[in-house]
């Protein structure tokens, strides 16, 4: 069974410019999440899909969004990027909701915003 | 609200040693508590969760962990490291009344020839 798969894997961007990227969870998966990591701040939760709805939602501001298809395919999007933003996105899936389930992540997409 | 803590930013171990990397955690409820490993470049992998049941966990690669409830700990051992082993290692901790997983802030484990 293929892992959760993000595309693109590495870009750069320019500062203000608006980013989108994209991952398709393991195949019968129907929970996408998405994280950032920086060196600094680690790993922080950004938001959750589940049957196209968003379930959570971290604590970042409203230039981070993401959608939900209905083939569980996923999307975020950065807009009006800050030299803050270059970080690894992490999306990860998992079969159904709640606490016990295990979330299985993708190789993540780097983001250099220069 | 939940928290983790890994207190060691950094683990030395010989190649062929036990090795532990601590992980502590704070909940309302009941604690849901996972590790995963990453290398270089790359994303997370899962290693083992505690869900309920037995109080010591057996997970991939030979790890295992150990739920204490009165320590609030869910530390990560090997009973002989490899230097394959070394990688970045995070301890997370999900509550039943909230599904947001929160990461600790990792531990950087390298395993020395």
């Known amino acids: 069974k293929a892992g959760v798969t993000q595309t693109p894997r590495y870009l750069i961007k320019t500062r203000g410019q608006q980013v989108t990227l994209s991952c398709s969870p393991i195949?019968?998966?129907?929970?996408v999440s998405w994280y950032q990591q920086t060196p600094g701040q680690g790993l922080q939760f950004l938001f959750e899909?589940?049957?196209?709805?968003?379930?959570n939602k971290g604590n970042f501001p409203g230039r981070f969004s993401g959608r939900q298809f209905s083939n569980s395919r996923s999307e975020m999007n950065v807009s009006t990027l800050e030299l803050g933003d270059s970080a690894l996105y992490l999306c990860a899936s998992s079969p159904g909701q709640g606490a016990r389930v295990t979330i299985y992540f993708g190789e993540g997409s780097w983001l250099t915003v220069v | 609200a939940q928290s983790v803590a890994q207190p060691e930013d950094q683990v030395n171990v010989a190649e062929g040693n036990p090795l532990t990397v601590k992980c502590t955690y704070s909940?309302?409820?009941?604690?849901?508590l996972f590790w995963y490993v990453q290398y270089p470049n790359r994303g997370l992998q899962f290693l083992l969760k505690y869900i309920t049941g037995d109080n010591l966990v057996k997970g991939s690669y030979g790890f295992e962990a150990e739920f204490n409830k009165s320590q609030t700990s869910f530390h990560l051992k090997k009973p002989s490291a490899l230097v394959s082993d070394s990688a970045l290692y995070f301890c997370a901790v999900r509550d039943e009344g909230d599904d947001k997983i929160i990461f600790g802030k990792g531990t950087r484990l390298h395993i020395l020839p």
């Open positions: 909940v309302s409820g009941n604690p849901y």
């Open positions: 899909y589940f049957s196209e709805t968003q379930r």
């Open positions: 195949s019968g998966h129907r929970s």
